[in-house]
């Protein structure tokens, strides 16, 4: 099973999970949000704003940094029948208008709506949009499943390299197992070797990346004991 | 000392400041929209900056451990310029955020019938949005501009325990304490109040429905100025509970009735790599 698939699996097990954690009021709200949504798609752009505060915005039981009003949003997402560019021109005004909570919710939600290609490459301007941020949070939420999946692949080893800037672990990004190559092992090193020249640490988690191709270390300088 | 700044623009300030109110106590703030000193033109600067207030600003207080609310409205500078009258129509959407506390700052600046309309109207969104309402009092006339927003306020319905008028001074505390609204204060370095006139208007109007704020902007401002009223507070003889209810207690009830405050700890995860804002590269 791929690091993609995972993580999609662990995405839609919140729903499950998403049942237990709200109360009845939370569930009531949920219910029929969902039912106007169903009536119409567009009542999701009033409706997003207010899911903290109708469900609650506490941890989600058994599923580690994620929030509530999260689950619920992502949940509303789900319920829209759209596909392809009229689904990405909807996500869009939903992320567009969001404050930073509901932002990261879109982002999050991403893979699971494109889980069969229903959306296509039209969520790419959300994802491309939230790694030209200064905000570690949104930079983690696009690089998720659908970034892995859709990113072209210079933007992905720009957003990889943004994640190491921005003190993203790379452990939140999908798909590297798969699509972290040369080019990206050539940058890498070539980060560490300015910080190290610098005298500055370099964290430790490109050093996996690196070692893949061991000729791009040729010439530079790396820390200590990294080869 | 814990302290609540209840209106400071941080936009402005640098994250020295935020280390330096976090040394001083504050631990949390509002930031209401206003103007940024060049005038805007259209209303996508405004969406820019309203975006800004609700994700950017919190996200970098919260690296501090400072939790950062904001207020949303067509501010009185601008209200008057038909370029940015548009504006009116975007800020519903942005009175439905979790992140916002308030309609504000709406008031007068020249009172013109531009700006009665303005003010008029926010009053009604705030009323639609259950949220209370922060008003600015002008700078020029500012006790016919105080009286003024008054008597709107009262036209609107709106109980007045829901509005706080700000920027008072000696010619204006008395007529607002009579209304029942909050009572704000502004302390620059030397303009609108100083800490000792504070002091001297809290002892003889007393603490209920007081707030003190820094205010703080572009212009000359000081962003401790909250932590120097607290200290001139005690050393004219006040208690640390008096303190503690200008301080934090008054603005907390204020902006709770949004019931959208949320004052547990900024969250540590939102960190990773230190107390510092990352550039990206």
Same mark, same amino acid.
């Given at each position: 099973m791929t690091h993609v698939d995972q993580t999609l699996d662990r995405e839609r097990s919140l729903d499950g999970a998403l049942d237990g954690a709200l109360d009845e009021r939370g569930r009531r709200w949920l219910a029929q949000a969902l039912e106007r949504i169903r009536e119409r798609e567009e009542a999701v752009l009033e409706l997003f704003p207010v899911a903290g505060r109708a469900c609650g915005r506490g941890p989600m039981p058994g599923a580690p940094g994620v929030t509530v009003d999260q689950a619920v949003r992502e949940r509303l997402l789900t319920a829209l029948s759209s596909r392809g560019a009229e689904l990405g021109e909807l996500l869009w005004r939903v992320y567009r208008y969001g404050d930073a909570a509901e932002r990261i919710a879109v982002l999050r939600a991403l893979g699971r709506l494109d889980a069969d290609g229903a959306l296509g490459e039209h969520g790419l301007r959300i994802v491309r949009d939230a790694i030209r941020t200064n905000d570690a949070r949104m930079i983690e939420a696009a690089v998720g499943p659908y970034g892995a999946r859709r990113l072209p692949d210079a933007e992905y080893r720009q957003a990889v390299l943004k994640c190491v800037f921005v003190g $993203?672990?790379?452990? &939140? $990004? &999908?798909g590297l197992e798969q699509r972290a190559d040369r080019e990206l092992a050539r940058m890498l090193a070539d980060y560490a070797h300015e910080r190290t020249v610098a005298g500055r640490d370099v964290p430790a988690d490109v050093r996996p990346l690196i070692r893949r191709h061991p000729d791009v270390t040729e010439g530079r300088r790396l820390p200590e004991g990294w080869l | 000392m814990r302290i609540f700044?209840? =209106?400071? =623009?941080?936009?402005? #300030?640098t994250t020295d400041d935020y280390e330096a109110m976090y040394t001083a106590g504050v631990r949390a703030v509002v930031e209401p929209a206003f103007w940024l000193g060049q005038p805007r033109t259209s209303p996508d600067t405004f969406v820019d900056y309203f975006d800004s207030l609700l994700g950017w600003e919190p996200y970098r207080a919260s690296q501090f451990g400072i939790r950062h609310h904001c207020t949303i409205a067509l501010n009185p500078k601008e209200a008057g310029d038909p370029r940015c009258r548009p504006v009116l129509d975007l800020v519903p959407r942005y009175l439905a955020k979790d992140g916002v506390v308030a309609v504000g700052e709406v008031g007068y600046d020249s009172m013109t019938p531009e700006e009665d309309e303005a003010f008029a109207a926010q009053l009604e969104m705030a009323r639609n949005a259950d949220l209370p309402v922060l008003v600015h009092t002008p700078h020029r006339d500012k006790a016919a501009g105080t009286r003024r927003s008054l008597d709107v306020v009262r036209e609107s319905g709106? /109980? /007045?325990? #829901?509005v706080l008028i700000d920027h008072l001074n000696e010619t204006t505390v008395a007529m607002v304490k009579e209304s029942g609204c909050w009572m704000g204060f502004s302390v620059y370095p030397d303009t609108k109040m100083d800490e000792d006139r504070m002091v001297r208007i809290l002892k003889e109007?007393?603490?209920? #429905?007081m707030l003190v704020n820094s205010a703080a902007d572009w212009g000359r401002s000081d962003p401790l100025k909250t932590r120097r009223v607290g200290e001139a507070m005690l050393a004219a003889g006040f208690t640390d509970v008096d303190v503690e209810t200008v301080l934090w207690d008054n603005p907390v009830a204020f902006y709770a009735q949004s019931g959208r405050l949320d004052l547990a700890e900024a969250e540590p995860a939102a960190c990773y790599a230190g107390n510092t804002i990352e550039r990206g590269g």
């Open positions: $993203v672990p790379l452990s &939140a $990004v &999908a | 700044d209840p =209106h400071i =623009h941080m936009t402005s #300030r709106l /109980p /007045p325990e #829901r109007y007393g603490t209920e #429905r």
